[in-house]
């Protein structure tokens, strides 16, 4: 099982990312794929998740009308589209697949890429 974000960069406030989330060794459209973030010092946080079908999504309440995730299951690929970027948003990106239980917790993925780093000027 491997995930691979990419994309991450430097931006301005204000501006927009999008991240990849690219997969391999598991079958793709069985499972849920989140998106966390972490900055030093601190708990890695939950960002986004989207459901197995792509169907629903949720989103921490930081994020939530700024930031939209996507899937293409021909492509086993998730996407974090990421708009109206703040200097807050600041972090190493993750992306990690859904084991079980709630969306929000680290503990319920059971593998996890490299991150991404986002670096939001002000």
């Known amino acids: 099982v491997q995930l691979q974000a990419s994309g991450g960069g430097l931006v301005q406030t204000g501006g927009s990312l999008r991240l990849s989330c690219a997969t391999s060794?598991?079958?793709?459209?069985?499972?849920?794929i989140g998106w966390f973030r972490q900055v030093p010092g601190k708990e890695r946080e939950f960002v986004a998740a989207i459901a197995w079908s792509g169907g629903s999504t949720y989103y921490a309440d930081s994020v939530k009308g700024r930031f939209t995730c996507s899937r293409d299951n021909a492509r086993n690929t998730v996407y974090l589209q990421m708009n109206s970027l703040k200097p807050e948003d600041t972090a190493v990106y993750y992306c990690?697949?859904?084991?079980?239980?709630?969306?929000?917790?680290?503990?319920?993925?059971?593998?996890w890429g490299p991150g991404t780093l986002v670096t939001v000027s002000s």
């Open positions: 060794g598991f079958t793709f459209d069985d499972y849920a």
């Open positions: 990690a697949r859904h084991s079980g239980g709630s969306y929000y917790y680290t503990r319920s993925y059971d593998y």
